[in-house]
């Protein structure tokens, strides 16, 4: 079955860039968009951005210079890097695979924050 | 960026009631593309229909998704004690990709 395993720090300084992780298993990378969303604490989800398996990657314009999503097809995994994280970055992050981009299998969630 | 309002806020019925959940976009969503998605705590979201109307695999026939252009709507015919959670709106029909605020349905 279709698994997204996904790991990270979850505790992060201000200024400091958040790095996350996302193994998946069960399916193939190819054929589908791989996203990023998060949600902050008592808000709703917030879409981050989202990559292919050929690398192709479309951005939130409100986080666009601040992330960096990448692709790993040999370990069958993709990456988040969001730099000069804020309190305000305070989130559960998930990946999901997006299937024309509604998302049909998401991973567990990583709660990161961000804290002085 | 298309904006999703959903409403109402919070639905307070009892199990077997008829919930109804809107949700308006602040322009029209190519191809009717629009997801929806529950949310319990600590869990991910599930999805529950996808293209508005299109059930998801293993989802229960008492979730109906509706509607076109800026407004559909998520009904729960017989609610059943697991369906109190969040549930959110989702469009994939021009990027950036949105969700609505998200509708709470909570046990009167």
């Known amino acids: 079955q279709v698994q997204l395993q996904q790991w990270g720090a979850g505790l992060m300084k201000p200024s400091e860039t958040l790095s996350l992780t996302c193994a998946v298993s069960?399916?193939?990378?190819?054929?589908?968009?791989w996203s990023w969303i998060r949600q902050p604490p008592g808000r709703g989800l917030d879409w981050i951005g989202e990559?292919?398996?050929?690398?192709?990657?479309n951005h939130n314009p409100s986080l666009e210079s601040r992330v960096t999503i990448s692709v790993d097809t040999s370990k069958n995994q993709i990456s988040l890097r969001l730099s000069s994280v804020t309190a305000a970055d305070t989130a559960v992050y998930y990946c999901?695979?997006?299937?024309?981009?509604?998302?049909?299998?998401w991973g567990q969630g990583t709660l990161v924050t961000v804290s002085s | 960026e298309i904006v999703l309002t959903q409403s109402p806020g919070t639905l307070s019925l009892s199990p077997g009631e008829r919930a109804t959940l809107s949700c308006r976009a602040s322009?029209?969503?190519?191809?009717?593309?629009l997801a929806w998605y529950q949310h319990k705590r600590g869990q991910a979201p599930t999805l529950l229909i996808s293209?508005?109307?299109t059930r998801a695999t293993g989802i229960p026939d008492r979730f109906t998704g509706s509607g076109s252009g800026t407004d559909f709507t998520l009904s729960i015919s017989r609610l059943e004690p697991e369906d109190f959670a969040l549930y959110y709106c989702?469009?994939?029909?021009?990027?950036?990709?949105?969700f609505g605020q998200g509708t709470k349905v909570d046990i009167k």
């Open positions: 069960g399916t193939s990378l190819s054929g589908y968009y």
């Open positions: 322009q029209n969503i190519s191809g009717n593309y």
């Open positions: 990559i292919n398996h050929a690398a192709n990657t």
């Open positions: 293209d508005a109307s």
């Open positions: 999901a695979r997006g299937r024309k981009h509604f998302f049909d299998y």
């Open positions: 989702q469009q994939y029909g021009d990027l950036p990709w949105t």
